[in-house]
């Protein structure tokens, strides 16, 4: 079974500009949450979707945001980028309510 | 110039002798844990998960312990190899937030040979 990936893996964005960054879930699983991991805050959770809907979200501001299409694939997007929202992006899949998350090796972001 | 960062702790160990990383959490209605592994250049990689109605769990040269009482999680891993070496994370959830998997810092584990 392939394991979740996200692409794209690396990203050069300047102050303004919009992303968007994507993850494939492991096969059968239905749950996507994403994570930023910054060297000053570790790992926080963003949000998570589960067919489709938004289940749970972070405390992160309005520009952050995301989807999930009905195959479970997930897209994230930032808005109005800022020096501060580089870090490396995150997705994890589960097949449901608290079974093991399994991650992505991550979309590195940088912001100049 | 200055880093600012999170400060993580390091544990270094000798190749073969056994590793105890430990995490505490303050959430006292979390009710499942797990332990990742995440390398450079990686995403996290699970290594064990423990659910609160059990104190104590073994995979394959790891075993997950925890204390509910002291809101303590600890991870052991035997005969340590230098592939072991990674930064290591405790993470908890409860049934009130789902999947939403809230962190510990991390503790860097370093294996000498």
């Known amino acids: 079974k392939a394991g979740v990936t996200q692409t794209p893996r690396y990203l050069i964005k300047t102050r303004g500009q919009q992303v968007t960054l994507s993850c494939s879930p492991i096969?059968?699983?239905?749950?996507v949450s994403w994570y930023q991991q910054t060297p000053g805050q570790g790992l926080q959770f963003l949000f998570e979707?589960?067919?489709?809907?938004?289940?749970n979200k972070g405390n992160f501001p309005g520009r952050f945001s995301g989807r999930q299409f009905s195959n479970s694939r997930s897209e994230m997007n930032v808005s109005t980028l800022e020096l501060g929202d580089s870090a490396l992006y995150l997705c994890?899949?589960?097949?449901?309510?608290?079974?093991?998350?399994?991650f992505g090796p991550g979309t590195r972001l940088l912001v100049l | 110039g200055e880093s600012v960062g999170l400060h993580l702790p390091t544990l270094s160990v000798q190749e073969g002798d056994n590793s105890i990383i430990n995490c505490a959490y303050s959430?006292?209605?979390?009710?499942?844990f797990i332990w990742y592994k995440q390398e450079s250049g990686k995403g996290p990689q699970f290594i064990i998960d423990i659910r609160s109605n059990m104190d104590k769990r073994q995979g394959q040269r790891v075993t997950v312990l925890l204390n509910k009482t002291v809101k303590h999680l600890s991870l052991q891993i035997a005969a340590t190899q230098p592939g072991d070496s990674a930064v290591y994370f405790c993470?908890?959830?409860?049934?009130?937030?789902?999947?939403?998997?809230?962190f510990g810092a991390g503790t860097i584990l370093r294996v000498k040979s």
């Open positions: 096969s059968g699983h239905r749950s």
């Open positions: 994890a899949s589960s097949g449901t309510l608290q079974e093991t998350q399994y």
């Open positions: 959430n006292s209605a979390s009710d499942y």
């Open positions: 979707y589960f067919s489709e809907t938004q289940r």
């Open positions: 993470a908890g959830t409860s049934m009130e937030y789902g999947n939403k998997l809230v």
